[in-house]
């Protein structure tokens, strides 16, 4: 038998206490897969605002990129920032006792925003008392050598992770997937963030249109020699204003099926180097707007009950 090299676990050892991520989501940030820097439409399985009025109703009609020359909006990110880590905060002490948080930048590319704004949020999430890091979730090309030289100073304080969306190693399925971008230029960003010696993390989606299982795994062999330091697993599913539910639908697209997923997913972690960290491994929705799978809107406890199963009858324990 052997243990898994968990998030959760690691993040145990290392601060002697068990650390939750708290998710924010910053008004203002976009993504250039939907501000037409790149393409507009974004990726087919995203519900952005060009599909959702509601999403767009809620969001600031300014948005911000790299190349932005001010943040009219950077009093309301602060305040926001705050107002989201407090109330998850309270809810994780009340309901499990957790004392230690990583600040999670999780909604569009966080770092795709002039260094000055995300000095200024970055700052703000650290300088909080019961806060050890931060985690950035963000695209291979919204980042760049100025960005990642300050995080490397970010690293000699505190926890700092940067999350890549690779989603999939296949050229042909990044295309099918309006991902706007190719594995060659993910990898070279992986590679320099690793190079300034920073903790990177990658999500991986299985069941992305036209991917088989078999490439799937390629995609983790791949990554897995780019000297990574962290995984994440999603199955791919289907929510209502999406392009991808358009194609599902007029059955153009089939989601995986839980047993799929699963079998695919334990043979990649079989594959992963064991220092590898894995943070996730389960489908999270838990809102009306999921059109299929409809196991990927179970109960999160049922889904990973199932995957420890497969993964103990192969040796390991998650
Ligand atoms: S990169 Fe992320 S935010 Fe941008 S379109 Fe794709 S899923 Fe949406």
């Known amino acids: 038998m052997r243990e898994l090299n968990t998030f959760g676990r690691y993040l145990k050892k290392r601060f002697k206490t068990r650390v939750y991520k708290i998710p924010v989501s910053v008004v203002g940030f976009t993504c250039p897969n939907i501000d037409g820097k790149v393409a507009r439409g974004g990726c087919v399985y995203c519900e952005n605002e060009s599909f959702s009025p509601n999403l767009a109703n809620n969001r600031s009609k300014f948005t911000l990129s790299l190349d932005s020359l001010q943040n ?8 926001e920032l705050d107002r989201q880590y407090e109330e998850t905060k309270k809810h994780f002490l009340r309901n499990y006792g957790i004392k230690r948080y990583i600040i999670y930048f999780q909604s569009f590319s966080n770092t795709y925003a002039p260094l000055e704004t995300l000095k200024k949020l970055y700052e703000r999430a650290l300088g909080k008392k019961d806060v050890v890091g931060i985690s950035i979730g963000t695209r291979a090309d919204c980042v760049n050598d100025e960005i990642f030289k300050h995080l490397k100073e970010l690293s000699k304080k505190k926890e700092i992770w940067i999350e890549f969306g690779v989603q999939s190693t296949n050229d042909e399925v990044l295309q099918k997937t309006n991902r706007g971008e190719t594995y060659k ?9 690793k190079e300034y010696g920073l903790n990177v993390c990658v999500h991986m989606i299985f069941g992305l249109p036209k991917e088989t299982p078999q490439m799937m795994l390629e995609g983790i062999r791949e990554i897995s020699t780019l000297g990574v330091d962290s995984i994440k697993f999603h199955p791919c599913y289907v929510v209502k204003n999406t392009i991808l539910a358009n194609d599902y639908m007029v059955k153009k697209y089939e989601p995986l099926s839980e047993d799929e997923y699963i079998k695919t997913l334990v043979e990649a972690i079989k594959i ?3 220092d590898i960290k894995i943070q996730r491994v389960a489908a999270g929705i838990s809102n009306d707007t999921l059109l299929a799978p409809k196991w990927c809107g179970d109960d999160k406890n049922k889904q990973m009950k199932k995957i420890k199963k497969a993964l103990l009858k192969e040796g390991l324990i998650y």
Do not use: F, N
């Open 185 to 193: 230029e993910i990898k070279k960003s992986i590679i320099r963030a």
């Open 72 to 79: 009219p909006l950077l009093d309301l990110q602060l305040e």
């Open 272 to 274: 992963l180097p064991p």
